[in-house]
């Protein structure tokens, strides 16, 4: 499972809608200094995302929660939104040439782009329906786990108490 944090800042039936920060691993990398993620990062800054999860435990405006999503979930869905599109693209293409070649005798790259567009069109027309149907399964969809207690810790050094 993949987490993240936020706040949620509307409730909607069983649905939440979580605001939390865009994060990047950029700090961490070895070659942030020559990356041009890291350039476009700084620039845009740290922006809020806002997000709708399946509000399953609960969770009230203000309430700080941790929201997941399954990486099967997430790994099955960035197939269909990426691949399928491609691939209808594609068949749709070779079913096309191949069409044309039967048709006509001069080959003639109508029939091949025809098919591409047919065969994405097609394809879209599935992922609309695929994104329906799994827009309530908690498989494909980020949900609320749990909520995050924030806690402050008294550090005491040389002296100082200071709040963390």
């Not at 309530?136 to 200071?162: M, S």
Request: glycine letters at 12%.
């Amino acid at each position: 499972m993949i987490e993240e944090q936020g706040q949620v800042v509307e409730v909607q039936g069983e649905f939440a809608w979580i605001e939390g920060e865009r994060t990047t691993t950029c700090g961490s990398c070895a070659v942030r200094k020559g990356c041009g993620t890291s350039a476009i990062a700084k620039v845009l800054g740290q922006r809020r995302v806002r997000l709708r999860v399946l509000n399953r435990i609960n969770a009230r405006v203000g309430d700080h929660v941790v929201i997941g999503i399954a990486e099967s979930g997430l790994l099955h869905g960035s197939l269909a939104v990426y691949a399928v599109p491609l691939l209808g693209l594609f068949a749709g293409a070779l079913a096309g040439q191949l069409l044309g070649n039967m048709v006509s005798a001069m080959p003639s790259d109508f029939f091949a782009i025809a098919g591409a567009l047919g065969g994405f069109v097609t394809a879209l027309a599935w992922l609309k329906r695929f994104s329906r149907d799994r827009e309530k399964d908690a498989a494909y969809q980020p949900v609320a786990l749990r909520q995050q207690i924030k806690t402050e810790a008294a550090v005491t050094w040389a002296g100082k108490t200071n709040v963390v």
